[in-house]
């Protein structure tokens, strides 16, 4: 059996991936750049309504509300949006989609039901433009991390992907999320981008996630799975999934853990092949997608025809 095939079952361990793969995750583990230290537990038999739920107890959708220092004496508390994330949008969504970038959404032809929900996540910088009819047209939230923002390759300021969204930026703080060396040393500079786009264009909702609930989704990870994750933040699909859940009744899922089509093509809108896009190097992705997986509640034919995961929003969670 396929790696997929043991992820559409829910049985799947890192022994399983190539062996470039096992190499780059020990090298990760190894070298531990965000200085992850996790003592918490770790019980893998969590039933899906018990994961829910300490998903929903434990996860706050946090972005920076310039409260906290450095940002509060540089003048953030006015400078990030009047209204929370989890309040712009009142009382929230009803059905949402998020849309990974994979390669294996070529040729599903999902673009109209994509588009049917009433909100839509997008990541980075995949375009909608030319591809609309696998991935639609329509985006809601994006949320990009800060090597859009900081790679002047991506034209940040002056690309369309970026306007007439909200945006949500994220960048790796060291996991005890200390703010001030956070600041003084982010992995890409998101900060001054962050304060001349807020300046240029006060009306348009930014934010940037705390990573405090950066980290606290990945102790969420690691504490549902016996082997040891790579110590490095979840994927911006992982995140934009944990969003998306906090905002919306019910989240349907594109194309995160692959159907059929699945591909070694890393995103639909570049040439670019690599295995480590769809199962990890870097990000635990792997063990992401497994506890996906196991509070997936659409049918299976969903997951291997669509590569479609649907989830309960947190607000119909009752725990
Ligand atoms: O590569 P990028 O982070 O921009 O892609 C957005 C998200 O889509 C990833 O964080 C990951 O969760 C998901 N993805 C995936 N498989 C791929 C490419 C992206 O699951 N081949």
Known sequence: KSVVQRLWQGRVSAGMLSPRLQKAMKDYLGANKHRVAYSGPRQAQRSAKQLLCQLKRHVRVQTLD??????????????????SLERLYGSGFGSCAVVTSAGAILHSGLGKEIDS????????????????????NKTTIRIINSQILANPKHHFNSSSLYKNVTLVAWDPAPYAVNLHKWYMSPDYNLFSPYVEHRKRFPAQPFYILHPRFIWQLWDVIQGNTLENIQPNPPSSGFIGILVMMALCEEVHVYEYIPSVRQTDLCHYHERYFDAACTLGAYHPLLYEKMLVQRINTGPARDLRTKGKVTLPGFSTVQC
């Not at 310039?66 to 209204?83: A, D, I, T």
């Not at 929900?117 to 639609?136: I, T």
């Open 117 to 136: 929900h009433d909100a839509v996540l997008r990541f980075n910088a995949a375009p909608s433009e030319g591809y609309e009819r696998d991935v639609g």
């Open 66 to 83: 310039g409260s906290e220092p450095p940002f509060s004496s540089l003048g953030w508390r006015s400078l990030v949006p009047g209204r």
